[in-house]
């Protein structure tokens, strides 16, 4: 298994969430931070834990910084989280146990739940981490895509399903949600997405946006449904079997085994 962080400027936050890792009850395989340009101690700091391998993507974005560490890495399983994700002690067992039960033909991706760290006050933060995402994000992009989605800062794909979709995975992140758009793209190959609300986090990042960048992410929720607005609304909870007939990402003749 990997874990794949995307980071610009994270160096106030990226060490505590490579402290998490390093203190998983069942270490992951493989660690990649990709520092995307930064100006600040980002690098330097990735490249101060052994276990953590370093790239660069001088392109800017979160998605080119996504993609150049899920394509490098070498895991079956790969995990993506935020550099500012604290990941519980037992995330990597979680989402191990889970494509292990559920067999990597039957799920092609996986996330969870998370609270906001406020500091001194993490009943507050369970509270808003809650309201973000199990009332808010999920239940509101399941109905424009029909189907359960991930969060950025805390899922986990097959390798199968990612060879199956990044050809296709380069929307503009400026114009539309990157993990949404990974969500609809699995979604359209015939994969399924499941929820574990034991795969847990804590981040700082709902805490920390403007009300204008919240503003922002609302107005672009709808994007990544109409970028493949050819596609057939799918049920990626369903069964398999007695679904209609689909093609893979984007329109494309392969599709997740």
């Not at 400027?9 to 520092?35: F, H, K, R, S």
Request: aromatic share 6%; glycine share 10%.
């Amino acid at each position: 298994m990997s874990i794949v962080i995307p980071a610009w400027n994270e160096q106030d936050y990226l060490g505590e969430c490579l402290e998490a890792i390093a203190a998983q009850t069942d270490p992951p395989d493989e660690v990649i931070v990709v520092d995307n340009g930064s100006t600040d101690a980002t690098g330097r700091i990735a490249a101060s834990y052994p276990f953590v391998t370093v790239l660069e993507e001088p392109i800017p974005g979160i998605v080119p910084a996504r993609n150049r560490g899920l394509n490098a890495a070498t895991g079956d399983v790969l995990g993506r989280i935020d550099a500012d994700s604290i990941i519980d002690p037992g995330w990597v067992a979680v989402v191990r146990a889970h494509f292990t039960r559920a067999g990597t033909d039957e799920v092609a991706g996986i996330t969870g739940s998370g609270d906001a760290l406020i500091d001194g006050h993490p009943a507050l933060g369970h509270l808003l981490g809650k309201a973000t995402l199990e009332y808010g994000y999920y239940p509101i992009s399941e109905i424009l895509t029909g189907g359960q989605v991930m969060v950025g800062c805390n899922m986990a794909i097959t390798r199968t399903a990612w060879e199956t979709i990044r050809e296709d995975a380069f929307p503009d992140h400026t114009k539309v949600h990157e993990d949404l758009d990974l969500s609809v793209l699995i979604h359209r190959a015939g994969g399924h997405i499941h929820h574990l609300p034991e795969m847990r986090i804590r981040t700082r990042r709902v805490e920390l946006e403007p009300p204008a960048k919240l503003w922002w992410r609302l107005r672009i929720w709808p994007n990544a449904v109409t970028r493949h607005q050819h596609a057939v609304r799918v049920d990626a909870m369903s069964e398999k079997h007695g679904q209609p007939e689909r093609t893979g990402a984007a329109g494309s003749d392969h599709a997740i085994a």
